[in-house]
Every structure is written in C-alpha cells, then in structure tokens.
C-alpha cells in the first residue's frame, strides 16, 4: 500500500491534475480515504473544498448521503439537474429543440440495436460452428469487424446529430444558460477538485455538457464513481447481458467527454456481465480495443496521473481470450 501511495505521489508530482475512476460504492473503498490520499501525496491542500456533480440522481440532486457525509462541509454541489430545469424553464425553443434531438437519437439507437443483435448472433454462431479452421477463423475475423464498423458508424451519427444541435442552437451564447453557467462558476470558486457521482449516465453526460463539458472539469484532480467513471471515458458502453427481459448485447450510447482515455469503463461488471463466458468476454475485449475493458465493482479503483493508468489487486479487465485479468498498468 505505501510503495502505491508513493508511486501516485511521483506521478502527481508530474501532472497537478490527476483523474481516479472508482466503481460503485461498496467494497470498503470511501471517497474521504480518496481523498485523504490525494491530500497526502500533494495533488489537494488539506481540508481543501470540493465540487460535486450529482445530476445522474436526478431530483435526488444534491440530497443527503449522495456524498460521503464526513466530507459534507467542504462539498458544494453545483446543482446542475436543476439548473438544466431552470434553463428549459426559462428558454422553451432550446428545450423543444433538445426534445426533438433526444427523439432522434432514440430512433437512431432502436435501428442500432436491431443491427446489432444480428451481427452479434452472426459472430455467436460461428464461434460455435466447427470446421476448417484456416476458413472459419477468417470468418470469424470479418463478423467482428462487422461489429466494429457498425459501433464506430452508430457513434459518429451520435455524434452528428448532437453536433446539429449544437451548432444549430448554439446552447453557451443563450442567455438562461449563460445565467447558470456563471452560477456554476461561481460556486466552482475556490474548490480544488471535482466528484462526479453515478446514477443515469444520460442525465449525467447531458449536464456536464450544457454546462461546459471538459472545460467544466480543467484544472482540478477529478474523481469520478460508476456513472461518473463512464462519462470521463472517450466512449461510453451500455451493458447488462442478462437484464429481465432477456439476453443482452453492450451496445456504443455516446462520446464521452475523452478525459479517460484508453478506458472503457464497465460498473458493476460482475452483476451485470457473464464473466464465465469467455465467449462474450473476448468479443467484448476485441470490440473496443485498443482500450482496456476494465470491470469497476464495487472497491474498484484506477488512478491516472501523466499519461498512465495504474490499479490495485480490486482492479481487473478483460483480455482478449475473455479471461478476468489483473488491470495493473495501462498507457
């Protein structure tokens, strides 16, 4: 424990503004220990002030327990779910106009989803069919990258239709959202570092969006749990492989904010992927590479300072036989 702490020391040394991905909570890994760490090792002053962005809890924004009570009097929440309410409030045509984006969005993921499952079921069945192996492996070979260009296509339309929207409406020069945005910075004064909390991914990465995105987040240490973790990422990855109504595929959502590079970030990987089957595991593993598929459960944590990624003994990802393996060190 101590030669981890004095490695991250070293890196914080290098870099000011270091990023720590958490899983969800549980597994006797608290935020206050987070952040004693960081004080520790330099990156915080002591008893320094901290944001937090909880909008992924929706109207449970900025309730009690969300943040770790210890910390509760050096938290100031920026409140971004409700101030995204009194914007669409404020400025109807923006609003309708982010409905009719979301609308085709929803669209767009329905017509992904459906192509999905047949190249999937494709790249299953000849996992399963048995022959010449000098043939099938090719085979096999194309239907992935069948999947990889349908992912890759499905996340440059995301990004296409939004940047319609934003293009179009222009959301920073509007006069109720530059209101919250000098609201937001206000109270972003003085604080050292920022928490992104879980929740609803969506609602999360559409908050942090309208009120700024990365630029939100320059400058200070950012530590990020579940949810919060997915949205830093350069691509966020939907999952669950056995919800209730069925079997399930991970499916491309969004851009993330690209703060967590190289990272695909899968909470509560454990409830929500079948690790047993390696099967899936390696067709997870080689869809997103070269980013490591990493499985944050619950005392997850993986620490990024320069241009590297390191975890404990809690942190694993999937390799590319579909096998849990330790995460250790990434670049």
Not at 11 to 33: E, I, Q
Not at 115 to 143: K, M, N, S
Not at 254 to 266: E, K, N, P, S, T
Request: net charge positive; charged share 30%.
């Amino acid at each position: 424990m101590r030669a981890a702490r004095r490695r991250r020391a070293r890196k914080y040394a290098a870099s000011r503004s270091p990023v720590v991905l958490l899983g969800p909570r549980g597994g006797g890994l608290r935020l206050r220990d987070v952040v004693g760490e960081l004080e520790a090792e330099g990156a915080l002053s002591p008893g320094a002030r901290i944001a937090a962005v909880t909008a992924g809890w929706r109207d449970r924004e900025a309730n009690e327990g969300l943040i770790d009570p210890h910390l509760a009097d050096r938290v100031v929440d920026l409140e971004l779910y409700r101030r995204s309410d009194r914007v669409a409030e404020a400025d109807a045509e923006l609003a309708q106009a982010h409905r009719a984006s979301r609308n085709r969005l929803k669209a767009l993921r329905r017509a992904y989803n459906l192509r999905l499952q047949g190249l999937i079921e494709a790249h299953r069945r000849l996992a399963e069919l048995r022959g010449d192996e000098g043939v099938l492996a090719a085979e096999r070979d194309e239907a992935l990258d069948a999947i990889r260009r349908l992912d890759a296509r499905h996340l440059d339309r995301v990004v296409e239709i939004r940047s319609e929207f934003e293009q179009r409406m222009a959301p920073g020069e509007r006069d109720a959202v530059r209101l919250q945005r000098r609201e937001v910075n206000a109270r972003l004064d003085g604080t050292e570092a920022i928490v992104l909390e879980g929740g609803h991914v969506s609602n999360l990465l559409s908050r942090l969006r309208l009120f700024g995105g990365r630029e939100l987040l320059a400058g200070r240490p950012v530590i990020a749990r579940s949810a919060g973790a997915m949205v830093l990422t350069e691509r966020i990855v939907l999952f669950h492989d056995r919800p209730p109504w069925g079997e399930g595929n991970p499916e491309v959502f969004d851009a993330g904010l690209g703060i967590a590079g190289g990272i695909v970030a899968l909470p509560h990987a454990s409830a929500r992927l079948a690790l047993n089957d390696r099967t899936r595991g390696a067709r997870l593993a080689a869809r997103f590479a070269p980013a490591s598929c990493v499985l944050l459960d619950p005392g997850g944590r993986i620490d990024r300072a320069g241009d590297r990624w390191s975890g404990g003994d809690a942190v694993e990802r999937l390799d590319m036989a579909g096998r849990r393996v330790l995460f250790r060190t990434a670049a």
